[in-house]
């Protein structure tokens, strides 16, 4: 079975702090992502990947870094982190080989992270 | 840049009951996918059902049906004989059928079964 795998379920950090959010996939993908979901708002893009060591920012990428140095790991970094910046952190993958009509895009259980 | 909203944040249905979930959304591509992602509490994401802007049929799976207006550009999601296990919520989606796969989501709708 196919499988996204979010380091942590739940994280609490300090503000000021750097902190990794690690994301693992197996389904061999091309394409990785990271969303934030806040209540009301929905799931936004903060980054996006395509290949080993590529990235593109996505709707909201302020505050945050990326790093895909292998193709089945993606890392959100929060280079300080803020108060606004608690939130559900979501990462997903997918297949441009596959396309829209065969494979949605796969998520992870999330990251519930807490900046005090 | 496309939008996807939906004006419902809360709905309520009784068991065995049918309800509809709406969405809109904005686009000027005429080549595209529209999705239904369900989060249960357990926070994992399921694709519900997919349609394809191209396909006049509207897409049907099991007890989750949408109606697909594609010149009003609205895609809303029908549940058919409710049970327990569809309290969650729902996400629209959109995606281009090109480039890098993004989607754009809206903001949700919690579905709450009443026993």
């Known amino acids: 079975d196919v499988k996204v795998t979010q380091s942590s379920r739940y994280l609490v950090k300090r503000t000021g702090e750097k902190v990794f959010l690690e994301c693992v996939q197996d389904m061999d993908h091309e394409n990785m992502f990271w969303y934030r979901q806040d209540p009301g708002l929905g799931l936004r893009l903060i980054y996006f990947?395509?290949?080993?060591?590529?990235?593109e920012k996505g709707d909201i990428p302020e505050g945050y870094s990326v790093s895909r140095e292998k193709k089945e790991r993606f890392s959100l970094i929060l280079e300080s982190a803020s108060t606004n910046q608690t939130s559900m952190y979501l990462c997903?993958?997918?297949?441009?080989?596959?396309?829209?009509?065969?494979?949605?895009?796969?998520f992870g259980d999330g990251t519930r992270l807490s900046i005090l | 840049a496309q939008t996807v909203t939906q004006s419902q944040p809360e709905m309520s249905v009784q068991e065995a009951e049918t309800v509809t979930l709406s969405c809109t959304y904005d686009?000027?591509?005429?080549?595209?996918?529209l999705f239904w992602y369900k989060q249960p509490p357990s926070r994992q994401m399921i694709l519900v059902i997919r349609q394809e802007a191209y396909k006049q049929q509207n897409a049907t799976e099991n007890r989750f049906s949408v109606n697909f207006q594609k010149a009003a550009k609205s895609f809303s999601l029908k549940i058919s004989d409710s049970q327990l296990g569809d309290a969650a919520m729902y996400f629209c989606a959109y995606a281009a059928n090109f480039g890098n796969e993004k989607l754009t989501f809206g903001t949700g709708t919690r579905l709450t079964i009443i026993p």
């Open positions: 686009t000027s591509e005429s080549d595209y996918y």
């Open positions: 990947s395509y290949d080993v060591k590529m990235k």
């Open positions: 997903a993958s997918s297949s441009p080989r596959q396309g829209w009509s065969n494979q949605p895009q796969h």
